[in-house]
């Protein structure tokens, strides 16, 4: 009896779960040894043009001046061409050659070089670029077969799921870390669709482009970032963005992307008050650009966009994600909150322009952001929309965080009556005077807020 006791009381001191993860933990050895093979080490090369002259710039009258200067105390040795490297790390996809990094890894680069594992180098050619999503393609020729990984489904990666990263951080070839799922659809604010996987396994410079795995030896993420300040924090993207990408960066070199063509914000809390909705999911329409498949569609200001093709959308970000992923060309449902009704649109998906064009469009905006604000006219449907009396102003439809109309406590569904005294009938009047302030003009607004007005 005595001998009973002693053993169930051993036996409490285990930690419950404690033996299985030890004896049926991931086996890291294994795994880094047959995956290995196929990370690559990426070092690029380009060459940067020194300025002539540090200053004036271009243009200047006084540049003869500073040439004979400079000519005086240098004579002609100017400054010369100079060459920066960096390094970084890829992996293997196919057996013929074809890599994956980071776009940032290989920007402007003249130069690309590959060295394997076992210790083979080739020159690498720049199949496709999307800067967008930070993903590069590259490929290397070679006869005999490669080293590749497989590439799984990061869809199916769950929070504090083991992973296991493999890079070239400072250089130092071939380093492997381990660590678990912190967290996934993280946005950083690294480019608009972001959707990283955080993980808590050591990612540090030269890591970028690096193959991030789970315990079946599948490609889950590509490592891309880390947080300077903090320790145990490293991004990646997961692999489900480069594989739907994939085709089109080895047939054209680039992505094309569908196009809404709204500009949206975030449903705040107040938002969604003003609204009567019980959550903030989705994404507030505030302009609607011309010529776009929105404005084809029947999409307006103050619509908020709820899903997209049967995809709930939870916020702008997802929005700009589900869309960029559909082709050019495609007819879509959006589904579409509007004077407390939920109804659908059908809209046809157009081709997302280069940065020239979404630069162009913003830059009309109009002269209702000046002071953080954007505001329609008082309509019957406004006026159900923003549960307002109002006969005279304009309503505030949107308010930019930490801007003058934030910091003075106004809100979403205030009507703007007067401004400086200055009546406002219409969206024009109200243009017309805001536009004519000065910087940090002191302004009076008479302001209606529910049956009360307010200065």
């Known amino acids: 009896m005595k001998r009973l006791i ?22 890291f050895v294994e795994l880094a040894e047959r995956l290995e093979p196929a990370v690559v080490n990426i070092s690029t090369a380009k060459t940067v043009q020194p300025r002539s002259m540090p200053f004036p710039p271009n243009g200047s009258p006084h540049n003869e001046f500073f040439e004979e200067f ?15 490297r960096s390094l970084g790390t890829g992996f293997i996809i196919s057996k013929d050659g074809y890599i994956f990094t980071n776009h940032h890894v290989i920007k402007g680069a003249d130069e690309v070089q590959v060295r394997l594992a076992d210790g083979r180098t080739f020159d690498a050619e720049i199949k496709g670029q999307d800067p967008k999503q930070d993903i590069a393609l590259l490929k290397i020729k070679t006869k005999a077969d490669l080293p590749f990984v497989t590439l799984g489904d990061s869809s199916k990666l769950k929070k504090a799921e083991w992973v296991l990263a493999i890079g070239n951080p400072f250089g130092l070839g071939h380093t492997v870390t381990a ?24 990612i540090n410079p030269g890591n970028s482009g ?9 490609v889950v993420g590509i490592n891309t970032a880390i947080i300077a300040r903090g320790q145990g924090i490293g991004f990646a993207i997961p692999i489900n963005a480069a594989k739907s990408i994939l085709p089109q960066l080895k047939e054209k070199g680039r992505v094309t992307r569908g196009w809404l063509g709204v500009q949206i914000q975030t449903v705040t809390e107040d938002l969604a008050e003003s609204f009567d909705l019980d959550s903030t999911d989705g994404a507030l329409v505030t302009r609607v650009l011309e010529d776009s498949p929105a404005l084809k569609a029947g999409v307006k200001r103050g619509d908020i966009i709820t899903s997209v093709d049967g995809t709930p959308v939870k916020s702008p970000n997802d929005l700009a994600r589900l869309i960029a992923g559909k082709a050019v060309g495609t007819k879509i449902p959006l589904t579409i909150y509007r004077n407390g009704k939920s109804q659908k649109i059908t809209v046809t998906i157009g081709e997302l322009q280069d940065d020239t064009r979404v630069a162009k469009d913003q830059s009309n905006e109009d002269s209702s ?25 304009v309503v505030i439809t949107t308010i930019q965080p930490s801007s003058a109309a934030a910091q003075a406590r106004l809100r979403v569904g205030d009507v703007i009556v007067e401004i400086n005294g200055g009546e406002i009938k219409s969206v024009q009047t109200y243009q017309r005077i805001v536009s004519r302030l000065k910087k940090g003009q002191v302004i009076r607004l008479l302001i209606q807020r529910g049956e009360s007005l307010l200065k």
């Open 210 to 218: 690096g193959p991030l795995f789970n315990t079946k030896g599948e």
């Open 179 to 202: 660590g678990i799922v912190s967290a996934k659809g993280r946005v950083i604010g690294a480019g608009p669709y972001d959707n990283f996987i955080q993980t808590d396994a050591s």
């Open 6 to 27: 002693l053993l169930l009381l051993t036996a409490a001191f285990f930690v419950p779960g404690s033996l299985p993860a030890l004896a049926f933990g991931p086996d």
């Open 369 to 393: 952001t000046r002071l953080g604000i954007q505001v329609q006219s008082l309509t019957p449907e406004t006026r159900q929309t923003f549960r307002t009396d109002a006969t005279t102003g």
């Open 70 to 84: 400079f000519k005086r105390f240098f004579g002609d040795q100017m400054p010369m061409p100079r060459q920066e």
